[in-house]
């Protein structure tokens, strides 16, 4: 008979317990993705999906790729573009957005509602996964690494994934200059365990503190007239001790300044807008609620219904890092493609031993 290796549990509940706790976490969608993801693409997915119609070369040359026969899950398929694409493979695809899931099912395509954190999916029963513009909606770092986790489980042991987001390092700099960055307001209400700033790149700047998050709202124009007023010098690049040597200044400095130059060292997260045209609005009822609610504001200068999209802007080497803590896969593909940084990975065989 052959022999079974049983390995001690060496965690005590209370660990278990926390793990549980956390994997619970990351799973409940925060509020500003609710808001500023899921009711923002449920409201403008007509207009959204008359405007996603081009493939990606690079995306669609690693599904061309594939092998005849092939199950590929696209997951966040948005209007189902890449569904199909190969007609050698089996696709099915799903997408946070019921609207989104709708034009899709209008097409016959196979598709259904799911979280991009927790798949309804068996395990490794794919040959192949596609996230294509989804994680950089995610707005934690244990929620995008679980993402990608979740990419990884569904697909068989040597299977594929494609993932890709936008990139901090944009070609076209001046839309940097279009997008809201992330108000102390919404920093306020989001600071925990895998939020942005709570990351090493936020959390070991010498010139920002938790302390220093303040407890009431700042106007869009005065966090703009802040994020102007901010010089762009090689004080940031000097080390922690010559900071140090600044800590005094910095005491004369609002708390709401000393966070708007520390959202302007580290700017990974934005405000996004899309104009939906009102000839667009009037179509759904969402516009009116959206309206009414200060989800969305109007430009009559351009005939429109605007929406803030929430994003997290990848840097470079960010997506690697985060992929390389997935411990069963391995990048075997990293490039930047269209200001989106990219990379596939490929599922390990796991030890038998």
């Known amino acids: 008979m052959r022999d079974v290796k049983v390995k001690a549990n060496s965690k005590s509940t209370e660990e278990e317990e ?10 409940s969608t925060p509020e500003i993705e609710k808001k500023y993801v899921h009711r ?29 026969g092939s199950v590929v899950l696209d997951a966040g398929c948005g209007n189902g573009k890449y569904l199909g694409l190969n007609p050698s493979c089996f696709f099915i695809g799903c997408d946070i957005s019921n609207p989104l899931i709708k034009i899709c099912s209008d097409k016959g395509q196979e598709v259904l509602v799911a979280d991009a954190v927790n798949l309804p ?32 489980r569904v697909v068989k042991p040597g299977g594929f994934v494609l993932i890709t ?9 001046s839309l940097l200059t279009k997008w809201t960055p992330l108000s102390p307001k919404y920093v306020e209400e989001w600071v925990g365990p895998g939020s942005p700033m709570n990351s090493p790149r936020v959390r070991n700047n010498p010139f920002f503190g ?45 708390s709401v300044e000393v ?40 430009d009559d200068r351009k005939g ?12 470079e080497g960010e997506l690697e890092r985060l992929a390389s803590g997935v411990g069963n896969a391995i990048i075997v593909d990293r490039f930047y493609d269209k200001s ?3 990379i596939v990975l490929q599922k390990e065989a796991l030890n038998q031993d």
Request: hydrophobic letters at 35%; aromatic letters at 10%; a negative charge.
């Open 121 to 152: 999916y068996r395990e490794e029963f794919g040959d192949a996964a596609i996230s294509i513009a989804v994680l950089h909606h995610l707005s934690t770092e244990n929620r995008r690494k679980s993402a990608i986790e979740e990419l990884v």
């Open 259 to 298: 966070l708007l130059e520390a959202l302007k060292m580290n700017q990974q997260e934005y405000f996004v807008p899309w104009h939906l045209p009102y000839h667009r609005a009037e179509v759904s009822g969402a516009s009116a609620s959206a309206l009414a609610s200060g989800l969305a504001k109007k």
């Open 18 to 27: 926390n793990e549980m706790s956390s994997s619970l976490s990351v799973k």
């Open 340 to 342: 989106n940084w990219c």
């Open 304 to 315: 429109t219904v605007v929406y803030n999209r929430y994003y997290h802007v990848f840097s």
């Open 40 to 68: 923002v693409y449920d409201a403008i997915a007509p207009h959204f999906s008359s405007t996603r119609f081009a493939k990606w070369p690079k995306v669609a040359a690693f599904l061309e790729s594939l092998p005849s």
């Open 210 to 254: 938790l302390e220093s998050i303040p407890e009431t709202d700042v106007s869009a124009k005065d966090q703009k007239a802040g994020l102007e007023s901010i010089p762009e010098t090689e004080e940031s690049t000097r080390e922690p001790k010559a900071t140090q040597d600044s800590l005094g200044e910095q005491k004369d400095k609002s």
């Open 165 to 173: 987001v936008w990139a901090a390092e944009q070609e076209d700099k």
